[in-house]
T-cell receptor, first 114, second 111 residues
Framework: DSGVTQTPKHLITATGQRVTLRCSPR?????VYWYQQSLDQGLQFLIQYYNGEERAKGNILERFSAQQFPDLHSELNLSSLELGDSALYFC?????????????FGSGTRLTVV | DAKTTQPPSMDCAEGRAANLPCNHS???????VYWYRQIHSQGPQYIIH???NNETNEMASLIITEDRKSSTLILPHATLRDTAVYYCIVPSASNTGKLIFGQGTTLQVKP
């Protein structure tokens, strides 16, 4: 157990639907990062939050959005789902210090769009 | 991030040392070298990082050349459970803390 909790572990949904992925960071960590990993693809950075505020954005589609709540958990919302959105979605956390790149990753949510 | 170059794949015999190289010739003086690994479909795992001195922890050793243009991650006694994709990353301070993963090296440990 890494200390970063992601739910659900698996999700199967139909095209056009909307889903929410949840991440609870490791205790004491203020930053949350979301990554997408499609089949046989690399890890793509989506977005980062620090203490409730968006800090950095990567290759995140407009159909995707995220937020971090006062208790520091984060949610990634994916809407108008397409087959190509099928992927592993990882959440990571860190203390958010600008020079600390020692992230702790969760075990991921596997999303299958049918 | 400073560009890193890693071989796409390597093999290692179980029980032997695995030496994974990484080139980062454009690294700046204050940029660290980080290593992560990802065992199939699991979340990436932080291994080790360093600036200029060699570093060792319970998982691995990191050797950084004196000119800092390359480094080697050493797994001293590789086991089958070390089979994974290994990523060498040099984060840029301008990236506000986000890690950008490249393609990494797929290490296959063979019995």
């Amino acid at each position: 157990d890494s200390g970063v909790t992601q739910t659900p572990k698996h999700l199967i949904t139909a095209t056009g639907q909307r889903v929410t992925l949840r991440c609870s960071p490791r205790s004491g960590d203020l930053s949350v990062y979301w990554y997408q990993q499609s089949l046989d693809q690399g890890l793509q950075f989506l977005i980062q939050y620090y203490n409730g505020e968006e800090r950095a954005k990567g290759n995140i589609l407009e159909r995707f959005s995220a937020q971090q709540f006062p208790d520091l958990h984060s949610e990634l919302n994916l809407s108008s789902l397409e087959l190509g959105d099928s992927a592993l979605y990882f959440c990571a956390s860190s203390d958010g210090t600008a020079t600390n790149y020692g992230y702790t990753f969760g075990s991921g949510t596997r999303l299958t769009v049918v | 991030d400073a560009k890193t170059t890693q071989p796409p794949s390597m093999d290692c015999a179980e029980g032997r040392a695995a030496n994974l190289p990484c080139n980062h010739s454009t690294i700046s003086g204050n940029e660290y070298v980080y290593w992560y690994r990802q065992i199939h479909s699991q979340g990436p795992q932080y291994i080790i990082h360093g600036l200029k001195n060699n570093e060792t922890n319970e998982m691995a050793s990191l050797i950084i050349t004196e000119d800092r243009k390359s480094s080697t991650l050493i797994l001293p006694h590789a086991t089958l459970r070390d089979t994974a994709v290994y990523y060498c990353i040099v984060p840029s301070a301008s990236n506000t803390g986000k890690l950008i993963f490249g393609q990494g090296t797929t290490l296959q440990v063979k019995p």
